[in-house]
């Protein structure tokens, strides 16, 4: 059977079970701020919650920030709905690398798989930011938010878009984040339905999506001209929000 790639691109406004808290970083709204200098534009970004300091890439001319964390652990809430991040302001977080992926399941096939997931972690919710380095917090370019694919149970977030970027002048902002895969993101059966969630990885894009527009303005993005893309089960999300 021929195998053919999603790829799906949607402006969209998105609506939240009643379950999910509505305004997930509420609370750290008031301490939220970049500095802002158009001649040197702060890399150093205060979310409420934590501090992080990103890095410029001379090579691209993009101002880049690694593993910022959305969300606390899941391994605390499993099959829950996720929750935006515990305070942590004790330092300045360094976003230079990228944060550790979720656990992985193989391929299903006819032969048994080992999976070794030694370098993953429930620990995962994290994203990346890209912008182009003379933006500052009252920019406002528009935002393209990745959700990456791998069948809802594998990839991650580890993508670089420079050079998508580069092809449109750098006049846009790039967003990567992840999210639960696997039966920890997508397990469904009716204990999960009445004590959780069967759909634990939709809710971690959308907390991801909160946090684009609670948090983009600081990078010098506009939250209302936000566009969501996805390849094959980043795609068939994309639909999954409409």
């Keep these: 059977m021929l195998s053919i790639p999603v790829f799906l691109l949607a402006t969209v406004a998105f609506a ?48 880049t920030w690694k593993g910022i ?20 302001r004790s ?10 992926t979720c656990p992985q399941a193989p391929n299903a096939g006819l032969v048994y798989q080992n999976w070794d997931s030694g370098s993953t972690t429930e620990d995962c919710l994290f994203l990346n930011v890209q912008t182009p380095s003379n933006v500052t917090s009252e920019t406002g370019r528009p935002v393209f938010v990745a959700i990456h694919g791998g069948g809802y149970g594998s990839g991650s977030s580890q993508y ?53 527009q609670q948090y983009i303005d600081l990078f010098g993005g506009d939250k209302t001209k936000v566009t969501i893309f996805g390849e094959s089960a980043g795609g068939g999300s994309v639909m999954l929000h409409e």
């Design 16 to 63: 939240l079970p009643p379950s999910f808290n509505s305004h997930p970083y509420a609370q750290y709204q008031s301490l939220s701020k970049r500095a802002s200098n158009v001649s040197n534009p702060s890399l150093t970004v205060d979310l409420g919650y934590s501090i992080y300091t990103g890095y410029i890439d001379r090579s691209t001319g993009l101002n």
């Design 69 to 88: 964390r959305f969300g606390q652990d899941t391994s605390k809430y499993r099959w829950q709905a996720p929750r935006a991040p515990l305070t942590n």
């Design 160 to 212: 670089d878009w420079s050079k998508l970027m580069a092809s449109n002048d750098n006049k846009f902002i790039a967003v990567s984040f992840q999210y639960r895969l696997n039966a920890f993101g997508f397990l469904s059966s009716d204990e999960v339905y009445r004590k959780g969630t069967p759909n634990a990885g939709l809710l971690d894009q959308q907390l991801a999506l909160h946090w684009v």
């Design 91 to 100: 330092q300045v977080i360094s976003a230079t690398s990228y944060g550790p």
